[in-house]
């Protein structure tokens, strides 16, 4: 409850699966903070300078884009990632647009890229556009359906706490 950020390591892939993601669903859930998951293998020389947001348009996506400003501030490049834009409203006329703008006020230099994903899970398509822009951070919502319908079904979030080829800001 007292610290800017809580730093959390991705679960061992060959550990229990539950008590990996029920870390993370502690940090994200009781401390009211971000949570910043680092993957199980590689080292990361840089956090944020390219940076990757996965916008849904969703309250956890922008408290979590919020959140991430800080880092996003030593970037020299954030793009925006809009997967399937939906075409009720939410995303406004153009998708990722609004959001940008915001960004931008902020000094941030940022792209947008919204892309279909023909088929492949959200989550799938942020992690081949992370590793196409060779992203050293990806800022995202978590758990934006309920904990049971991702347990049950997936979702972005517990596809990143699996795969994470880069560090994961929630």
Request: net charge negative; no cysteine; hydrophobic share 45%.
């Amino acid at each position: 409850l007292y610290a800017d950020l809580v730093v959390v390591g991705q679960p061992a892939p060959d550990g229990p699966e539950t008590s990996g993601t029920a870390l993370v669903e502690a940090a994200l859930f009781e401390t009211g903070r971000p949570v910043l998951l680092t993957p199980y293998a590689g080292k990361f020389k840089t956090i944020g300078t390219r940076a990757l947001i996965g916008w849904n348009a969703s309250a956890q996506a922008a408290r979590a884009v919020h959140d991430a400003i800080p880092l996003l501030a030593q970037a020299s490049a954030v793009t925006v990632l809009v997967v399937d834009a939906r075409d009720d409203g939410t995303h406004g006329e153009e998708p990722g647009a609004d959001i940008a703008r915001h960004l931008a006020r902020h000094g941030l230099n940022v792209s947008v890229r919204s892309v279909a994903s023909g088929g492949l899970a959200a989550g799938d398509v942020l992690l081949n556009e992370a590793a196409e822009l060779n992203a050293d951070l990806i800022v995202m919502g978590g758990y934006g359906h309920s904990r049971l319908r991702e347990m049950v079904l997936g979702g972005t979030t517990r596809t990143l706490l699996r795969q994470m080829t880069a560090p994961v800001l929630l």
